[in-house]
């Protein structure tokens, strides 16, 4: 069992950067797909990026592409989502997941442990 806890979030203004961690238990973490989710206020929870086991392979929302990086070290069990020119519509909860797929996936269903979230906010 894997268990992630996000860190990095908070309030920043529009344009700026911020970012957002993820560390994860349990020896196994270099196994799996790690994705990155977010959910505003009154919408559903929507794929903003993933990173396989390897790191070789990444997938991007069309909304952050150009924008937003996601990286993980698997000596320190972390992932990581670089976010960059950051705008109001990027505010809401943004939540790391681990999957066993061999692939960056888009599909919530692909992945089985969730963390907490931490919010990010953007002000314009």
């Known amino acids: 069992q894997v268990q992630v806890v996000e860190s990095g979030g908070g309030l920043v203004q529009a344009g700026g950067s911020l970012r957002l961690s993820c560390a994860a238990s349990g020896r196994t973490f270099g196994y799996y797909t790690m994705g990155w989710f977010r959910q505003a206020p009154g919408k559903e929870r929507e794929f903003v990026a993933a990173v396989s086991w390897s790191g070789s392979n990444t997938d991007y929302a069309d909304s952050v592409k150009g924008r937003f990086t996601v990286s993980r070290d698997n000596a320190k069990n972390t992932v990581y989502l670089q976010m960059t020119s950051l705008k109001p519509e990027d505010t809401a909860v943004y939540h790391c997941?681990?999957?066993?797929?061999?692939?960056?996936?888009?599909?919530?269903?692909?992945?089985?442990?969730w963390g907490q979230g931490t919010q990010v906010t953007v002000s314009s």
């Open positions: 997941a681990a999957g066993r797929g061999a692939y960056a996936s888009r599909s919530s269903q692909m992945y089985d442990y």
